[in-house]
């Protein structure tokens, strides 16, 4: 019978612990692994719910450009262009032979006897005449509603009176009439001289009376 091994403590294998700094390292190392560990699981779980976001909303909305009906074949519309209000034209006067305003139908506008207003300045230029003055509607304290341009008996440009004229509510002393200012352009005939052309310039007020303005001394045009 053999005689047992006899085992010696020191054979035995021991624990390895490491020294006290090696320690302190190893656990350092040990966080930021976890740190980074934690980071980027984070950051997969972050797309997973982006990528999956992005693909709800592809399939719940269409980007397919608009069909026409010739490409549809009639079944489907499409879009409606986009509306754009309609700009209501300014009304058309004439002169009668006596120089009365007319509507066009002919109808006479009555005549406003406290309608007060100059053509300070008529301008010609490139074929175009500019007005510009104030008119003023004495009844009611308020600036004319509009004013209106004849050219040879058919009205060619109308304006509202709504520019600053301070000096005009100063000197008649009615505060209402700070905006009685006016200027408005007109295209004259072709090869037409102010000598041959006739201009007029009249006032509406808001209750469709009328009055011609009065008309600065160097004034180029007839006015007949």
Not at 69 to 92: L, T
Not at 119 to 131: F, K, L, P, Q, Y
Not at 185 to 202: G, I
Request: with cysteine; proline share 9%; net charge negative.
């Amino acid at each position: 019978m053999s005689k047992p091994t006899e085992v010696h403590q020191s054979d035995i294998p021991q624990p390895y612990t490491l020294p006290v700094g090696d320690e302190r390292a190893a656990k350092r190392k040990l966080n930021r692994a976890v740190a980074v560990a934690a980071f980027f699981a984070l950051l997969a779980t972050g797309l997973f719910i982006y990528t999956r976001d992005v693909t709800e909303l592809q399939e719940s909305v269409s980007f397919s450009s608009p069909v026409s009906a010739d490409q549809s074949g009639g079944n489907e519309r499409a879009p409606a262009a986009r509306q754009v209000p309609a700009v209501s034209p300014s009304p058309i006067y004439r002169l009668s032979p006596d120089g009365m305003l007319l509507t066009e139908d002919g109808t006479p506008l009555p005549l406003a006897e406290k309608v007060v207003g100059y053509v300070d300045t008529m301008r010609v230029s490139d074929g175009n005449a500019s007005a510009a003055g104030w008119a003023a509607d004495l009844t009611s304290k308020e600036p004319a509603a509009r004013v209106i341009v004849m050219v040879d008996g058919l009205s060619r440009g109308d304006a509202e009176c709504s520019l600053p004229r301070p000096d005009v509510a100063a000197a008649l002393k009615i505060p209402q009439l700070q905006s009685s200012g006016y200027i408005v352009t007109v295209h004259l005939p072709e090869a037409a001289t102010p000598q041959q052309t006739s201009v007029r310039v009249f006032a509406i007020t808001a209750d469709g009376a009328t009055r011609e303005l009065i008309y600065p001394a160097d004034y180029p045009f007839k006015r007949e």
